[in-house]
């Protein structure tokens, strides 16, 4: 039998039964001033843009991952006026002014950072989705300065998940930057 | 996520004057819990007022003798603020133990009392939440209910508060202070959230407009015995399925005064304190905690996959208390339990 041609699509069966969809209006795009990776950049974005969406998509900078979007797997982080965060649960809107660095801002002048040589020393990834996470993750962690063990790298490391299960020389690499940092 | 309006906040007052001026709006501070839920549709703010530029960013000495902590101090400059390493670092490990370090970067002190229950029906808006869709039913009472209450919960909701930093500051007594349309005001941690009963859509008593300006510690802090004891389901960057925060001070070897607070097992925070009444004038050894263990858990009720919480609970009291009066709290990066 051949299928009825709607020119409506059927209403989402959850989503429709939800009070205050209809009738919102779509809000103006705001005006986000970032300085990332050292050069300063103007973005107009909706207020729902992440932070993440907003380095992916607006500035092409695709170094940093989109893991599970939902603050549990730290692929995503960066760091944000010296300090690491997820960057998707952060809205670019509420970052104006900041200064974000992420994966591609940590080379300075042709040379590779510290921890990211000491990940190719240490052999400290396989499939690398989680690396550029793993190490802004490790930058913030050095910056602070709490960590002094392999334990308390460990503790601290935690919110960066490495589904290879490549841990034991993510860590080894991370003792290796902070030795030399 | 459904679209929002986006506008930022000068000052306390007009933060309160635009949440009055538009009640279905929320507060942004670290959004680690609010975009999520946004994301997941569960919250659908019409608008979103950005507080995170207000001035309540300070942690510093009352002239009482206890420290206040601004709303909007992110979590890690908490844990490791000296004042709080110091004098209160039951509160400093409770921080530490949850979450993760970029999280606690972005995470304010006011958001982690405000953080919404980890309930995975609560989150799944195709499912029946009394919490979320009042009347609607709960899905976890005979569902999947492992990470779920065995004291105080109710007919309507069995969830759980999900805070870490919220435990600690339970057994320490701290104070909320609030303003709001109305007169500014201070609420005791202990009546800051609440059971679920038949309401289980209001987590606090909040009133509608009101926002957090502070949280504030008394004097006494139990530096010296303490501990911040958590069990869960990974080592690290998990939830709760029960903690303990005990502290206790000492007249000689009697036991002058006792707090113990549990997470991960009521709505709330969970003290008894007729428990800790008894607990004073009592020598601090295996048999009087055990005894408190079970006069604390008497009432607990557990469901189809969460009974073994209650025994879980029982050992976690007695093994906290004996943590807290040897004065050797749990390490949060060493992961042995001693």
Known sequence: MPRTHTSQPAPHPVLSRLP????????????????????????????????????????????????????????CTVLVDGRRIVSCLTFA????????????????????????????????????????????????????????????????????????????????????????? | MINFQYARAADVADAVRQMAADPSAKFIAGGTNLIDLMKEDVERPSRLIDITRLPLKAVEQTPAGGVRIGALVPNSDLA?????????????????????????????????????????????IATPCN??????????????????????????????????????LAALDAEVHVAGPGEARTIAFADFHRLPGDTPQFDTNLQQGEIVTAVELPPQGFAAHYTYLKIRDRLSYAFALVSVAAALEFDGAAIKEARLALGGVAHKPWRNMAVEATLRGQTADQAAFARAADELLRDAKGYEHNSFKIDLARRGIVRALTQAAQGRPQSQAVKRIM
């Open chain 1, 20 to 75: 205050g969809r209809a009738g919102r209006k779509t809000p103006d795009k705001l005006s986000v001033a970032l300085t990332v990776n050292g050069v300063a950049a103007q973005l107009k974005v909706a207020p729902w843009t992440t932070l993440l969406d907003a380095l992916r998509d607006h500035l092409d900078l695709t170094g940093t991952k989109k893991g599970c979007d939902h603050g549990q797997c730290g692929a």
């Open chain 2, 131 to 168: 919490k979320r869709e009042p009347g609607s039913g709960c899905s976890a009472i005979n569902g999947l209910n492992r990470i779920h209450a065995i004291l105080g919960a109710s007919e309507a909701c069995i969830a759980t508060h999900p805070s870490d930093m919220c435990v600690a």
């Open chain 1, 93 to 181: 809107v509420m970052n104006d002014g900041a200064e974000v660095t992420t994966i591609e801002g940590l080379a300075a002048n042709g040379a590779l950072h510290p921890l990211q040589q000491a990940f190719i020393d240490h052999d400290a990834f396989q499939c690398g989705y989680c690396t550029p996470g793993q190490i802004c993750s490790a930058a913030g962690l050095i910056a602070e300065g709490k960590a002094r063990s392999a334990d308390e790298i460990r503790e601290l490391m935690s919110g960066n998940i490495c589904r290879c299960g490549a841990y034991p020389n993510i860590i080894a690499a991370i003792e290796q930057a902070m030795r030399r940092s």
């Open chain 2, 80 to 124: 490791y603020h000296p004042l709080i390493e110091q004098r209160y670092p039951l509160l400093a490990s409770a921080i530490l133990a949850g979450a993760s370090a970029q999280l606690r970067n972005m995470a304010s002190a006011g958001g982690n009392l405000l953080q919404r229950t980890r309930c995975y029906y609560f989150y799944d």
